[in-house]
């Protein structure tokens, strides 16, 4: 297996409401990231999009992009793993240069939510016979993560209230980002209305359109295309139970655990080199569960990092430093490929006011359904 790069990025900014569509978004940073890698071609693209079918009555949207990018000829796939799409997408593209059997690959991401309504499809990640009919969504499972959380370590809902106060502070200096103007405080986020008790509105991650792609090439011809090549350090990835109820505990995120130990031995870097998380910050206290599972804190503490300011750019373990899920937006089949970016740009020394001070290794941690599925990634700098 031979060691893998990024040499190439794009991502457009995140809108609430795109007019676009979807084969022209995505051809747009496929174009770009080509451009940005100093190539006309790659060996194989891979979409990733999660609800195409449901919202624009589109199917076999990877050779729809690569013929509007002008790719006709290549390998295309779409790659699905629910809300982790973009993630699996990633990883299938680099096990394909891995291996050897593709030389260059070009990975996208692209969702336009705003079309028709997301919920109802969204809640499909979810157990169909077993679940859904009980009127289980998304939104409702990690309500009741919270619920459970705020039970077990007496804690309140404003517990989790800095996490979306960092995102929104680290999105107003990111271009990209949905939220780039609005400035949210503490109080905010406390007054903000109900979506599921305890869940309230800057508690999860709004719906949004955008698209962004990243170009993979063998780490021994990545200075060919790239004076600032970002390696990818391991790439893993691992299930839970399938249900919440079915977990022994559902607050230990067993899938994020297992799939971040397996990329640390991977990579064979302790858990103390890792400089910045970019983690699935699509509800709060799936951050805090992160942050608890991969063992940034203890169990009960995830919490703690946020309100001490840990998490901040000049924090121990800073997350979401462009945003993240909650204030960039969260375009599902788009979004660890705008991690990625945000990622290489902070590796390369490319994020602007967000730039945090010489990071060499940073972590990817992108989360399916209810925690059900987790990829993890390491990147290292050149």
């Given at each position: 297996?031979?060691?893998?790069?990024?040499?190439?990025?794009?991502?457009?900014?995140?809108?609430?409401?795109?007019?676009?569509?979807?084969?022209?978004?995505?051809?747009?940073?496929?174009?770009?990231?080509?451009?940005?890698?100093?190539?006309?071609?790659?060996?194989?693209?891979?979409?990733?999009?999660?609800?195409?079918?449901?919202?624009?009555?589109?199917?076999?949207?990877?050779?729809?992009?690569?013929?509007?990018?002008?790719?006709?000829?290549?390998?295309?796939?779409?790659?699905?793993?629910?809300?982790?799409?973009?993630?699996?997408?990633?990883?299938?593209?680099?096990?394909?240069?891995?291996?050897?059997?593709?030389?260059?690959?070009?990975?996208?991401?692209?969702?336009?939510?705003?079309?028709?309504?997301?919920?109802?499809?969204?809640?499909?990640?979810?157990?169909?016979?077993?679940?859904a009919?009980?009127?289980?969504?998304?939104?409702?499972?990690?309500?009741?993560?919270?619920?459970?959380?705020?039970?077990?370590?007496?804690?309140?809902?404003?517990?989790?209230?800095?996490?979306?106060?960092?995102?929104?502070?680290?999105?107003?200096?990111?271009?990209?980002?949905?939220?780039?103007?609005?400035?949210?405080?503490?109080?905010m986020?406390?007054a903000?209305?109900?979506?599921?008790?305890?869940?309230?509105?800057?508690?999860c991650?709004?719906?949004c359109?955008?698209?962004?792609?990243?170009?993979?090439?063998?780490?021994?011809?990545?200075?060919?295309?790239?004076?600032?090549?970002?390696?990818?350090?391991?790439?893993?990835?691992?299930?839970?139970?399938?249900?919440?109820?079915?977990?022994?505990?559902?607050?230990?995120?067993?899938?994020?655990?297992?799939?971040?130990?397996?990329?640390?031995?991977?990579?064979?870097?302790?858990?103390?080199?890792?400089?910045?998380?970019?983690?699935?910050?699509?509800?709060?206290?799936m951050?805090?569960?992160?942050?608890?599972?991969?063992?940034?804190?203890?169990?009960?503490?995830?919490?703690?990092?946020?309100e001490?300011?840990?998490?901040?750019?000049?924090?121990?373990?800073?997350?979401?430093?462009?945003?993240?899920?909650?204030?960039?937006?969260?375009?599902?089949?788009?979004?660890?490929?705008y991690?990625?970016?945000?990622?290489?740009?902070?590796?390369?020394?490319?994020?602007?006011?967000?730039?945090?001070?010489?990071?060499?290794?940073?972590?990817?941690?992108?989360?399916?359904?209810?925690?059900?599925?987790?990829?993890?990634?390491?990147?290292?700098?050149?």
């Amino acid at each position: 297996m031979r060691d893998v790069s990024v040499i190439g990025t794009s991502q457009l900014p995140v809108k609430k409401r795109c007019e676009r569509s979807i084969r022209t978004l995505g051809a747009d940073v496929v174009r770009a990231a080509l451009n940005d890698a100093g190539l006309e071609r790659v060996d194989a693209l891979y979409v990733s999009n999660m609800l195409s079918d449901e919202l624009q009555s589109q199917k076999h949207v990877a050779a729809l992009v690569a013929d509007e990018a002008g790719l006709a000829g290549v390998e295309a796939l779409q790659v699905r793993a629910a809300t982790a799409s973009g993630a699996a997408a990633l990883r299938v593209a680099y096990m394909a240069v891995s291996s050897g059997l593709v030389e260059t690959a070009v990975v996208v991401g692209v969702e336009k939510m705003s079309d028709l309504i997301p919920t109802p499809a969204l809640a499909k990640a979810l157990d169909a016979e077993r679940e859904a009919p009980d009127g289980a969504t998304l939104i409702s499972q990690n309500a009741l993560a919270m619920r459970l959380y705020m039970e077990r370590y007496n804690v309140s809902a404003d517990a989790f209230t800095h996490f979306a106060v960092n995102a929104h502070r680290n999105a107003r200096q990111n271009p990209n980002a949905i939220f780039r103007e609005k400035a949210v405080t503490a109080d905010m986020v406390r007054a903000s209305r109900p979506i599921v008790p305890p869940i309230r509105l800057y508690d999860c991650a709004p719906i949004c359109d955008g698209a962004a792609a990243v170009v993979l090439a063998p780490t021994a011809r990545a200075t060919q295309f790239s004076d600032t090549p970002v390696r990818i350090l391991a790439a893993t990835g691992a299930t839970d139970r399938f249900r919440l109820s079915d977990r022994s505990d559902p607050l230990q995120l067993q899938a994020s655990h297992l799939s971040a130990a397996q990329a640390f031995q991977e990579a064979d870097i302790e858990r103390s080199a890792v400089d910045f998380f970019e983690l699935h910050d699509a509800f709060s206290i799936m951050s805090c569960l992160q942050l608890e599972a991969v063992g940034f804190a203890t169990p009960g503490c995830g919490w703690q990092l946020a309100e001490e300011g840990a998490i901040a750019l000049n924090g121990r373990i800073p997350i979401a430093t462009m945003g993240g899920l909650k204030a960039r937006g969260h375009p599902i089949g788009a979004t660890a490929v705008y991690q990625t970016c945000e990622i290489v740009q902070q590796l390369t020394g490319r994020a602007g006011p967000n730039q945090l001070t010489d990071p060499h290794i940073a972590m990817l941690q992108s989360i399916g359904g209810a925690a059900t599925t987790v990829f993890t990634f390491l990147f290292g700098g050149a």
